[in-house]
């Protein structure tokens, strides 16, 4: 019987160490193109790098971004700097195609990045998906308690279901 019970507790242990990693693994991620190492390099060491999901910037508005993090104490060359504006300009510019977030699968952090909502929102929508099930359309969206409707409809092309 103890070998048993020690197999149970090993397993428990492995699957609660795995659990972190399994839900990253449904969290948003960086398009895979040329700088992105060096943007979650960069970025990743205050913060998700995927903080920028949902969001479409001029390269201007990406360059004041990224003079802001060295102002706040983000380390990097200027090469890397250039690197990671140039990485943001091309993959989140007004004119890219809107990266969608999965309000199925998506995390609290990814939902609150990619649609522009508080921490609080965020975790209202998670709960609300593992108590009543899969969101099916923006109207089941818009009745969690607690969500601002007006920005939900406002990032309604950031939303897959």
């Known amino acids: 019987m103890e ?30 193109a040329s700088g992105r190492a060096t943007t979650q390099k960069v970025c990743g060491s205050c913060h998700a790098a995927e903080l920028v999901i949902g969001r479409q910037e001029a390269r201007e ?3 004041t971004v990224v003079d802001d993090m060295i102002q706040r104490g983000a380390t990097g060359t200027d090469d890397e700097f250039f690197e990671v504006v140039d990485y943001l300009a091309t993959n989140f510019s007004k004119t890219s195609p809107v990266t969608k977030v999965n309000v199925n699968k998506a995390t609290a952090k990814d939902l609150e990045g990619a649609l522009r909502i508080s921490a609080k929102q965020a975790a209202a929508i998670v709960h609300q998906r593992e108590e009543k ?3 099916q359309s923006i109207d089941d969206l818009q009745k969690v308690p607690g969500i601002d409707a007006a920005k939900i409809e406002a990032n309604k092309k950031r939303l897959s279901f």
């Open 3 to 32: 070998y048993k019970g020690s197999m149970r507790s090993a397993a428990l242990v492995l699957t609660l160490l795995a659990l972190p990693v399994l839900l990253r693994a449904q969290s948003l991620k960086l398009p895979d």
């Open 61 to 63: 508005t990406w360059a």
């Open 133 to 135: 099930g899969e969101f």
